[in-house]
């Protein structure tokens, strides 16, 4: 079955991208033996070469992610090889499809598209059987082989594409989300705290911290924690033993002079005109008050961000420069003729010239050069700490025998302080387990540390003595919480009715319209925005956060703004999200049910016989 006069451009991407991944080279991409595929589905073998090539990209893909090598041990326990194979039993079980029902392009198409690929083209534009040649044999096929591929991908992209082509979300889809996301609403609230109580607030006793205890056990349960003994190091522990000679930090300043001396600038913007006569009347426009330098700007379609040259020198104003610098800040000068013709300056502040001298700057590049050297030594004390450990030394004796420094912490994930702030003594605590050998492992800041893991503390609850302020502050605030919520039962009970907030004496109340879930930003508990859109119009809820009371009035339902912008384009996103994710299933049903039809034949030996060649 013929598939028209111009073959799929995706498909021709598509096989380019697999070519152009092939340009590389690659070890096993050409496999001897008498074997030549890995499997099959029904009558179409799946060619070893293939599987190989594609296992590669994958494997290279993810280094180049990574940045670091990948063994091909690691790649089978992320389960790239199973994920390569799968692709290939689906691409091949549509090319079996293809074949069956008979899907082809015709000779003259394919020949069009491939004079037509860049890639095979000499400087002149023309194809190149050479580059053709040479491109091919690069990437492990031949002319037979590539073009097969490029019949067989077309005929799976129109196969595909008859699938997937035209699949619409309904309607009622995208309008329910719609609805839901940008439905408005109308509220008024007030809020209560201690200070609105009618009556006092007891002190608590004994009894009721025992009882508020007992039942918020999880609010005094200490955290899982780890008892972890270490030894560090950090570039500010041996800063003052680091000598940093005069000579060096000299030479410092001199490579930096141009930081510590700078000359007068200005900060100035330009604006440039086409003759002297135009930027003439536009200063007189300007100095006798008919326009200002913004209206001038604005009258040529441009920003202030547009004119503004930043701070500049004398010098690097050119002519411009004794006229520049003769002017106060705020005044606009000119015209002066420049590079890219007359032009009007605008001087918005005076930058006086800066001087540094040496002795001023020595303590700041003392820190700075003992710092990289401190960081050095560091460095270069690596491979003999790495020994000790690995000789058997403790961590203690690691302390003795070094500069490192002994510690102790309980850590948990709330732990920030000293070692416990650094990410990286962060990521190897929550790792580290009793069986691990002590290690080194940098830190952010150029030090290093090793750990040990001497126990892991089971969480527990910590009794009321050690506790006691913070129950007191729980409990004051669940008490207040209630108090304002019997005291608010009448007043609940008459606004539900209709009674205004004003009505009862309310004087702090705020109102918001038209509010949607999608942004609704306010000093509130997170209950607040769900509750406004579970109630009905008049409905009144309580909210409680922080101690507070929020007394919650929904006072009207809107629709959405059918002409809202960010709806609109959020309506055809979501549609189009959910005809891509329907065109996917159908896909998927039916890659499913050719394999299903046609049968999968793997050859365990085969598979093998590839990834022999990645060891």
């Not at 349960?221 to 033993?241: C, H, N, S, V």
């Not at 440039?272 to 200063?283: C, K, N, Q």
């Not at 705020?330 to 013709?341: A, E, M, R, Y």
């Not at 409990?475 to 039962?489: G, H, K, P």
């Amino acid at each position: 079955m013929a598939s028209g006069n111009t073959l799929s451009k995706t498909a021709v991407w598509i096989l380019m991208g697999l070519l152009i991944l092939g340009l590389g080279g690659f070890g096993v991409t050409n496999l001897s033996g008498n074997v030549q595929s890995v499997g099959s589905v029904g009558d179409t073998k799946i060619d070893i070469n293939d599987y190989a090539r594609t296992l590669q990209n994958e494997i290279r893909a993810l280094e180049a992610q990574r940045g670091e090598r990948l063994s091909f041990a690691q790649a089978r326990e992320l389960g790239l090889d199973q994920a390569v194979l799968g692709r290939l039993v689906t691409t091949t079980a549509l090319e079996d499809e293809t074949q069956r029902i008979g899907i082809s392009i015709g000779d003259e198409n394919l020949r069009d598209e491939i004079l037509n690929i860049q890639a095979f083209q000499g400087l002149d534009g023309k194809f190149d059987r050479q580059a053709y040649e040479f491109a091919l044999q690069q990437a492990g096929l031949n002319e037979t082989r590539f073009e097969e591929d490029m019949r067989a991908e077309t005929a799976r992209t129109l196969l595909q594409g008859a699938v997937v082509a035209g699949v619409r979300a309904p309607e009622a889809y995208g309008d329910t989300l719609i609805n839901y996301l940008g439905e408005r609403r109308d509220i008024s609230w007030a809020v209560l705290a201690r200070a609105d109580l009618q009556t006092g607030l007891p002190e608590p006793t004994e009894d009721d911290l025992a009882a508020y205890h007992e039942a918020h056990q999880a609010e005094f349960t200490t955290p899982e924690t780890k008892a972890i003994t270490y030894a560090w190091l950090t570039p500010d522990m041996i800063l003052d033993t680091v000598e940093v000679d005069e000579d060096a930090l000299r030479a410092a300043y001199d490579e930096r002079s141009a930081e510590y001396n700078q000359p007068e600038r200005r900060l100035v913007e330009r604006l440039v005109f086409l003759d002297s006569a135009a930027a003439s009347d536009a200063l007189a426009r300007i100095e006798s008050g008919e326009a200002s330098f913004e209206d001038l700007v604005a009258a040529r379609d441009l920003e202030l961000s547009d004119v503004d040259i930043g701070d500049v020198t004398r010098a690097q104003l050119g002519a411009a420069g004794d006229t520049v610098f003769a002017a106060e800040a705020g005044d606009v000068v000119g015209p002066v003729d420049t590079d890219l013709g007359p032009a009007l300056f605008r001087v918005n502040g005076v930058l006086a010239a800066q001087v540094v001298p040496f002795e001023e700057a020595e303590p700041m590049l003392r820190d700075e050069l003992a710092g990289d050297r401190a960081r050095r030594v560091i460095e270069s004390s690596m491979d003999n700490i790495d020994d000790l450990l690995a000789g058997g030394a403790t961590i203690e004796g690691l302390a003795q025998e070094t500069d490192l420094e002994l510690g102790k912490i309980d850590w948990h994930p709330e732990v920030t302080e000293g070692i416990g702030g650094y990410e990286s003594f962060r990521q190897a605590a929550a790792a580290v387990t009793t069986d691990d050998y002590p290690q080194v492992i940098e830190l952010d800041d150029g030090g290093l540390f090793a750990m040990r893991l001497d126990e892991t503390i089971a969480p527990r609850v910590q009794p009321v003595e050690e506790v006691r302020d913070a129950l007191a502050e729980a409990w004051t605030r669940q008490t207040i919480v209630e108090a304002l919520r019997s005291q608010s039962e009448a007043d609940i009970a008459a606004l539900s009715q209709g009674t205004s907030f004003e009505e009862l004496g309310y004087t702090d109340i705020t109102t918001a319209k038209d509010i949607t879930r999608r942004g609704f930003d306010l000093d509130a508990p997170r209950e607040f925005i769900e509750t406004v859109f579970e109630m009905e119009p008049g409905q009144v809820e309580i909210v409680e956060g922080n101690g507070r009371l929020f007394l919650l009035r929904l006072d009207a339902v809107n629709a959405p703004d059918a002409e809202a912008q960010d709806l609109v384009v959020l309506s055809q996103v979501l549609k189009n999200q959910a005809a891509n994710s329907l065109s996917q299933d159908l896909f998927q049903a039916l890659a499913d049910d050719i394999r299903a039809r046609a049968g999968i034949t793997l050859d365990q030996s085969a598979l093998n016989a590839v990834h022999a060649n990645f060891q």
